[in-house]
C-alpha cells in the first residue's frame, strides 16, 4: 500500500474546492422534518420557554410555517398538539375527535399547501391524557398494551382522515404498527406511510418537548416500562426487525446524537429509510452553549446533522430544519 510521503492525504484537504469535491456526506434541506407544534387560540404565538426560537402556533399560524418550509425545500413537517387542560381525559378520548387540534392543522396545512409538503402525525396518547402517559394506565399506573392499541389504531385512522401522509407511532405498545397498518388498509388508506418509532429510549433528554406539549407536569411516575433502556442496542434491532415484518415504511431512532450507535447498526443490518429525531433536548444543549457564547450555531447545527447523514440516516426530525435549510440555501 502506498504510503508517506508519497501519499498525503492532506492534499485534497488543501483548497475549498478539493474538499467539496471529495466530501462524502452532504446534507441538504430535504434531508429535514421540521416538528412543530400546535395551540389553541387564533392568531397565536407562544414561545416554549424551555426551547429557545421554538413557539406554539395556533392552527392559523402553522399555515405561515408550513408555507415557509416549503419556501426553503423542507419536504415535511411533524405536527405536536398542545390540548387544552379542559380536554385531557383519563382515557385520552380527545384523540379520536375529527375536529381535534391536530385533525384542524392537517387540513389546515393541506389546504394551503396541498402534496407541496407531506405532513407527519404523532400517535401516541401522553398529549391527550390527564396523566400524560402514552397510553391507558389500569388501577395500579401500569400503562396497558392491547387496550392502547385499539385507541391507537382510531387515532392513526382519525388523522389519515383528515389527511396525514405519514403516520409516526411513538408510544412504544408492542403489535401497534401491523395494527394500524392494518386498518389503513381495510379503510383504504393505502398511501399512508408508517415511520414508527422502533427504537425510543427512555431517554433524559425529552424535557422540552413534554414541556411544549403541556404533559411534563402531569405526568406521574415514567415510561421505562414501554420505552427502551438506554443501555440497550440488541434489543433495538429486535424492536426495529418486528416492526418492518407488521408493515412500517421507515423507522425512527430517537434520541439522535446519544444513539449514533444504534443508528448505524439498524442501518447496516436491515437497508431501510432509517429516520433520526434530533429531539429538544438536545436542540436546547445548543442553544444553551451559543447563549454562554461556547459555541457558533451554525457551525454546530450543521456538523450535527451531517453526523445524522454518516451514520446512515435518510433524514433527521430537528427543530433547527428551517434555520439549517436556510443556511444550505443561501
Not at 77 to 92: I, K, S
Not at 244 to 259: C, F, I, R, T
Request: glycine letters at 8%.
Amino acid at each position: 500500500m502506498t504510503s508517506y510521503p508519497h501519499l498525503r492525504l492532506r492534499r485534497t484537504r488543501a483548497l475549498p474546492w478539493s474538499r467539496a469535491l471529495h466530501r462524502e456526506v452532504e446534507i441538504t434541506p430535504a434531508d429535514m422534518i421540521w416538528p412543530l407544534f400546535v395551540t389553541d387560540g387564533r392568531d397565536c404565538e407562544v414561545p416554549v420557554a424551555a426551547l429557545p426560537g421554538v413557539s406554539r402556533w395556533s392552527v392559523d399560524r402553522i399555515v405561515d410555517q408550513a408555507r415557509l418550509a416549503v419556501a426553503a425545500g423542507i419536504p415535511a413537517l411533524a405536527l405536536f398538539p398542545n390540548t387544552q387542560p379542559e380536554r385531557r381525559t383519563h382515557d385520552g378520548g380527545e384523540a379520536l375527535n375529527p375536529d381535534n387540534l391536530m385533525c384542524r392543522a392537517i387540513r389546515a396545512i393541506k389546504d394551503a399547501c396541498g402534496s407541496d409538503i407531506g405532513v407527519l402525525t404523532d400517535v401516541a396518547l401522553d398529549p391527550y391524557t390527564s396523566h400524560g402517559q402514552d397510553g391507558l394506565i389500569d388501577d395500579h399506573g401500569y400503562v396497558v398494551n392491547d387496550d392502547t392499541v385499539e385507541v391507537l389504531v382510531g387515532q392513526a385512522l382519525n388523522q389519515a382522515a383528515a389527511g396525514a401522509d405519514i403516520i409516526a407511532p411513538s408510544d412504544m405498545m408492542d403489535g401497534r404498527v401491523a395494527a394500524i397498518r392494518n386498518a389503513l388498509e381495510d379503510s383504504g388508506h393505502i398511501h399512508v406511510q408508517i415511520m414508527s418509532y422502533a427504537a425510543k429510549y427512555a431517554s433524559a433528554f425529552y424535557g422540552p418537548f413534554r414541556d411544549a406539549v403541556g404533559s411534563r407536569g402531569l405526568l406521574k411516575g415514567d415510561k421505562k416500562t414501554y420505552q427502551m433502556d438506554p443501555g440497550n442496542a440488541e434489543e433495538a434491532l429486535r424492536e426495529v426487525e418486528l416492526d418492518l415484518n407488521e408493515g412500517a415504511d421507515s423507522v425512527m431512532v430517537k434520541p439522535g446524537l446519544p444513539y449514533l450507535d444504534i443508528i448505524y447498526r439498524v442501518k447496516q443490518a436491515f437497508g431501510v429509510p432509517v429516520f433520526a429525531y434530533q429531539v429538544s433536548g438536545e436542540y436546547a444543549l445548543i442553544e444553551a452553549a451559543v447563549a454562554a457564547g461556547a459555541a457558533d450555531r451554525d457551525a454546530m447545527v450543521l456538523e450535527t446533522l451531517t453526523a445524522f447523514k454518516r451514520a446512515g440516516c435518510s433524514g433527521v426530525l430537528t427543530y433547527h430544519a428551517l434555520h439549517a435549510a436556510r443556511l444550505l440555501g443561501a
